[in-house]
């Protein structure tokens, strides 16, 4: 800033300084700081998300993208409810709108499809909301992992279980019983009970397996099992 002086004819000139080594340092800091968080996510095998309450994605890592074929510029901006499946999607968006600022968070189990082109598969997610000052909802924080190989093995178990318990109840009953028509109704009650069945029959057959001495059916017409 030059001081007055005659046309011409600078005498004297004022100079202002201010040290930004402390802002810069900061920044350096800052950015550095963000670098790393960033990597800590990229390198996380579950997937991570963030985005707007009602569905539009506005960060996915890696393993978020790896896992649904699609780069990060294909999922920012779109909504990932449309990838929930139809049987699920209603829960999961009522599991969102009833968070709050004293309840934000909320683990849930739902299908999802990696691709439109493939079948739907197992995931469980821990979702955060995060809200402002006023409670009201800015965002979601989502960590999520695929676990349709866990829901297979559980449902595997539940059902070899289901058939021990229906084979121990049809020994349990048939050493009661004395008459075949009976022992061959409980079994065939139980067996479809163990299967998750509504309908079937048994029959028995003589010694050459081609005449039929004795049928039960259970939920089928006569002209069926004929």
Known sequence: QPLAASPGHVPQVLCIATDITLRASTEKELR???????SIIEDQ?????RATPDGICTFVNGAYCRW?????E????????HRIHE???QRCIDDIKNLTAGNPVISHEFRVYPKSDLNSRWTIWHTRGI????????ELQSVG???????VAEEELKRRNDALIALSTIATTISELQNIE????VTLQKTLEAVHMDSGWIQLLDNSSVHKRFIVSQNLSPRMVK
């Open 87 to 89: 049987d699920d999607r």
């Open 74 to 81: 294909e999922l920012i901006g779109r909504s990932f409810l």
């Open 145 to 151: 992992r695929d676990v349709t190989e866990q829901k």
């Open 32 to 38: 550095a700081s963000q670098a790393r968080f960033r």
């Open 68 to 72: 649904h074929y699609q780069t990060e």
């Open 45 to 49: 095998t579950e997937m991570i998300s």
């Open 182 to 185: 009976e022992i061959l109704k």
């Open 131 to 138: 809200f402002d000052d006023n409670g009201q909802m800015a």
